[in-house]
T-cell receptor, first 115, second 113 residues
Framework: DADVTQTPRNRITKTGKRIMLECSQTKGHDRMYWYRQDPGLGLRLIYYSFDVKDINKGEISDGYSVSRQAQAKFSLSLESAIPNQTALYFC??????????????FGPGTRLTVT | AQKVTQAQTEISVVEKEDVTLDCVYETRDTTYYLFWYKQPPSGELVFLIRRNSFDEQNEISGRYSWNFQKSTSSFNFTITASQVVDSAVYFCALRLNTDKLIFGTGTRLQVFP
């Protein structure tokens, strides 16, 4: 089984709908991240969480919210989806004991389309 | 400011050619870490290598090699004898002690048979 899983893997939704993307990990890592990838822009950080009670905005947090329900779960919500939030979304994890020396571990991605 | 620049948007080569992907970074931190990730057409991100700012030794792993030069703030990636399976988007990334990971915009490599 994959260490970092994301659900759903693909989602098409309409403008104005609320949508939640979920991330779960079995790596036992305390740090979790949400990124979005747009063509030609690389990955940009939306939110990150260093533990259950520590949540921080990233580079592009407007229009998004997050919830760290447990150490292993980190959800990203779009309260009212808009077409320019169409992108590939990645969840990632890392261990504070290894950070920043070691890599972040990425989930398989969620492809979101807002029509 | 911290930044990663991958000036090559797209590169096309024919199988068995060598290809170098450029990565230039900017940071004032003295301690930092550099990474390369591969994103094949299936979309997942595959970790390839990490290097810390105190280790300028070049590294070779099979057909892959990396050239880290602090003097030019570059961390270039060379694929020797490219293969069709190397076709992917490659990302260079910079990680600071703040733990933030800053990605370049990626280079799409297409290897034709």
């Amino acid at each position: 089984d994959a260490d970092v899983t994301q659900t759903p893997r693909n989602r098409i939704t309409k403008t104005g709908k609320r949508i939640m993307l979920e991330c779960s990990q079995t790596k036992g890592h305390d740090r979790m991240y949400w990124y979005r990838q747009d063509p030609g822009l690389g990955l940009r950080l939306i939110y990150y969480s260093f533990d259950v009670k520590d949540i921080n905005k990233g580079e592009i947090s407007d229009g998004y919210s997050v919830s760290r329900q447990a150490q292993a779960k980190f959800s990203l919500s779009l309260e009212s989806a808009i077409p320019n939030q169409t992108a590939l979304y990645f969840c990632a994890t890392s261990d504070s004991r290894d950070s920043p020396r070691h890599e972040q571990y990425f989930g398989p991605g969620t492809r979101l389309t807002v029509t | 400011a911290q930044k990663v620049t991958q000036a090559q948007t797209e590169i096309s080569v024919v199988e068995k050619e060598d290809v170098t992907l450029d990565c230039v970074y900017e940071t004032r931190d003295t301690t930092y870490y550099l990474f390369w990730y591969k994103q094949p057409p299936s979309g997942e991100l595959v970790f390839l290598i990490r290097r810390n700012s105190f280790d300028e030794q070049n590294e070779i792993s099979g057909r892959y090699s990396w050239n880290f030069q602090k003097s030019t703030s570059s961390f270039n990636f060379t694929i020797t004898a490219s293969q069709v399976v190397d076709s992917a988007v490659y990302f260079c990334a910079l990680r600071l002690n703040t733990d933030k990971l800053i990605f370049g915009t990626g280079t799409r490599l297409q290897v034709f048979p």
